[in-house]
């Protein structure tokens, strides 16, 4: 019960500080349309008409808002806009259900100064981003937006609307060109059969007994024996959390120290798993987490919605001293939270070309989860959505034999996919506790990596591990099953002259 009524207190301070209200009629605020970028209008800062449901409301994250009416119900945005112009329109859109006969037209009013358009789309049983065929003009200074969806056969279908984007189509051209430039294809990449996600971090537990301090953990950390699971087990390369749950980054980063000293380690572990991994020829990326779950950094990014404060500005800092200290030790990130990101027009291109300073082939990603991808400045899907044939499948879109989208949403993106490989949360929590047995049989794991592997959709699998870096034995046993079964053999570890010469090799 503390647990919980502590859960509940650090919930509602975030909320208090950090959360803009919103109410089931929306914020009235005036929204800023950018002239040379993409504005997204987000469906919770809609007025909302009556019907008109928010799914949910979080402090620092947006969510979509739902239709469950079979009649035309409108979103309304108030927009200041600086340069009249024509812009194009763009809807992030689902509709749940997967009956094969069903009718899937939706009824689009939309409205910009009173002038009303109506048009017909069809949506998908996922979500995906509609580009209505009409430019809207829109007038310098003060307009009014409104939009109506309805299902057209009125048979009780939900519709799911997370924003409406506005762009001039000059400018997204521009775009698309430049983030043509700024993308990378890997060979590596392309090559990979699978990859291990570790969500080690401040809160990972050992077996048994107390955690001690993040420092010594970081310390204690057996990246000799880690590295060497990670061969047995098959990966070809691995995502290693910083900055879950609590915001600690295990390895010293000025950028951090100077925001909240105390939150770096004195170890460089990052370089050392990039030392031992590499003698087995599997690539490092990172995990990285804005960290709004913790209420002491996350006062220092001055973040007040729909303000991001100095996310993103220390967020590019950061990530550009990443990539200047680790070069091609570090092959790529995971940027989670693309539902921050996104709403609060994050500098997306900015972001990226900061991550590949130091590597021009670090391959960029922010996790836009179920939605369509969020930006065009970045390299691979981070697909979070479970570990299954369906997902090894990516819904039948189509991939390209470079390991490449190209049909669907996620369309240009290195397609992968990622889960759990054991039941509870990402990390390993509880005290006290042994990782509990892996979801799958080795036949089952198998049958979905081999599937995975002939569609070229790399999965990525979550491995629990404990704090000194070791995994489970019923886990171990059944990814080296994997790794039998998969592969007809694995690299032999990279000797240098030096390691050569002592084992006799030379």
Known sequence: MNKINCKIKRYLLLLMLYATPVGLSGQSGILTVHSDGLTALMAKDAVLQEGLKP????????????????????????????????????????????????????????AVNGKKTVREIVAFPYWERHSLEQTVELA???????????????????????????????VERQMEKRAARLQRRPQWFSDAGYGFFFHWNSKSMPRR?????????????????????????????IIFTTTWAEYYFPAPLQSIDKILPGRTARRDLIYDLSTELSKYGIKLMLY?????????????????????????????????????RYKDRVAGLFLDDGMIYYPHNAPFEDIT????????????????????????????????NGISMETAKAWDWAI????????????????????????????HLPKDTDIPPPLFTSEQLTEIVRTAM?????????????????????????????????????????????????????
């Open 288 to 324: 990285y987490h804005l960290g709004h779950g913790d209420p002491e950094w996350w006062d220092r990014q001055g973040f007040r919605s729909p303000d991001a404060g100095n996310l993103f500005t220390n967020l590019q800092e950061i990530t550009g001293e990443i990539s200047l």
């Open 55 to 110: 799914y949910r409301i979080e402090p620092a994250k947006a969510f979509w808002v739902e239709n469950r009416t079979d009649s035309n119900r409108l979103f309304t945005w108030k927009l200041s806009v600086a340069r009249r112009g024509l812009y194009k329109v763009n809807l992030l859109l689902n509709m749940p259900g997967e009956r094969p006969d069903e009718d899937r037209r939706i009824s689009v009013e939309l």
């Open 140 to 170: 310098g200074g003060d307009n009014t937006l409104s939009l109506g969806l309805a299902p057209v056969s009125g048979t009780g279908h939900t519709l799911q609307l997370y924003s409406v984007e506005l762009i001039r189509p000059q």
């Open 209 to 237: 007994g107390d955690a001690g301090s993040y420092t010594e953990a970081v310390d204690a950390f057996d990246v000799a024996a880690f590295a060497e699971t990670v061969h047995d087990c098959g990966a070809d390369f």
């Open 400 to 427: 390209d034999n470079a390991g490449y989208f190209t049909s669907g949403p996620q369309t240009g993106l290195r397609a992968t996919f990622c889960g759990l490989l054991e039941p509870g949360d990402w990390a």
């Open 454 to 506: 002939a569609r070229r959709n790399v999965p990525v699998m979550n491995v629990s591990v404990y704090r000194d870096g070791s995994i489970s034995p019923e886990t171990f046993r059944l990814l080296k099953e994997l790794n039998h079964a998969v592969h007809a053999k694995r690299h032999s570890p990279v000797l240098d002259s030096t390691n050569a010469a002592q084992s006799g090799l030379r």
């Open 353 to 384: 070309k900061a991550a590949k300073k130091g590597n021009r082939d670090m391959v960029v990603s922010y996790n836009c989860w179920i939605f369509p991808q969020l930006t065009l400045f970045q390299d691979y899907y981070t697909g979070e």
